[in-house]
């Protein structure tokens, strides 16, 4: 215990001293770039909120870097939670690794109640709904791919909690939110090596070579971004609340 008392007042210090030195230093701020991208971010990227022109535009090579991360990490997870329920179902280990309940503490197969149907269909279509509001309008105010597929997961659990038939909708099924992973990665990465076609450079926005506006590309890339999120979450979510075996 004081071992650890110990450690946290290190850790604490230590914050402290760097929090110092970067509120406490002389050097001013550099102010450039920040100017720069105030005035020219929307003329080059087409995206008048500069946070997406950023990473849309100046950073896309970054933003694939993080849906490559956000790949491994669901992959990751999905093969975790496949082998603790398998683990689980040949009592290798306790049943406390899987993710529901056993069949006889419980009187039904499903997770849900008639109140949890009745709320999560009702609320369901509306979050998915703003989650592709936040998606595709994510150029011109705060919001984008990766927070509206967050929000597109969310809208996408609740489908899969307020319907007794779980393959009612299609939007629950596995198969399909695999297929929509996978083609939205796809044409993403497509996107990012078009431009070399055209001989420019990596990921670069190729639309106004066809006399397009340039934040088309824009909303593509947050489209595509948040298919990508929003399935892989969600086939993640649905994964750990679905009793059936990978």
Not at 99 to 126: D, M
Not at 168 to 174: C, D, G, S, T, V
Request: hydrophobic residues 50%.
């Amino acid at each position: 215990m004081i071992k650890r008392k110990i450690l946290n007042c290190i850790s604490s210090l230590i914050i402290i001293v760097f929090v110092l030195i970067m509120f406490l230093h002389t050097n001013p701020w550099p102010v450039e770039q920040r100017d720069y991208l105030v005035l020219m971010g929307e003329e080059e990227s087409g995206a008048s909120n500069i946070v997406s022109a950023i990473y849309l535009g100046y950073r896309a090579f970054d933003t694939l870097g993080e849906t490559i991360v956000l790949l491994v990490a669901i992959i990751g997870t999905m093969g975790i939670i496949g082998e603790l329920k398998r683990m689980s179902i040949d009592r290798h280990t306790p049943i406390s690794f899987n993710f529901t309940l056993e069949k006889e503490k419980r009187e039904s197969n499903s997770l849900r109640t008639h109140l949890l149907e009745v709320v999560t269909s009702k609320i369901g279509p509306i979050i998915l709904l703003y989650g592709f509001y936040v998606m595709m309008y994510g150029h011109i105010w705060p919001g984008g791919g990766f927070q509206g597929g967050v929000i597109i997961a969310s809208g996408i659990v609740f489908f899969f909690l307020g319907n007794p038939s779980e393959n009612r909708i299609k939007a629950n099924q596995k198969q399909f939110l695999h297929l929509l992973e996978a083609t939205s990665f796809l044409l993403f990465i497509l996107a990012s090596l078009l431009s070399l076609l055209f001989h420019e450079e990596f990921f670069s926005n190729i639309f106004p070579l066809f006399h397009y506006p340039k934040e088309r590309f824009v909303i593509f890339l947050n489209s595509m971004i948040g298919l990508k999120v929003g399935s892989s979450i969600a086939l993640m979510s649905i994964s750990m609340i679905q009793e059936r075996k990978l």
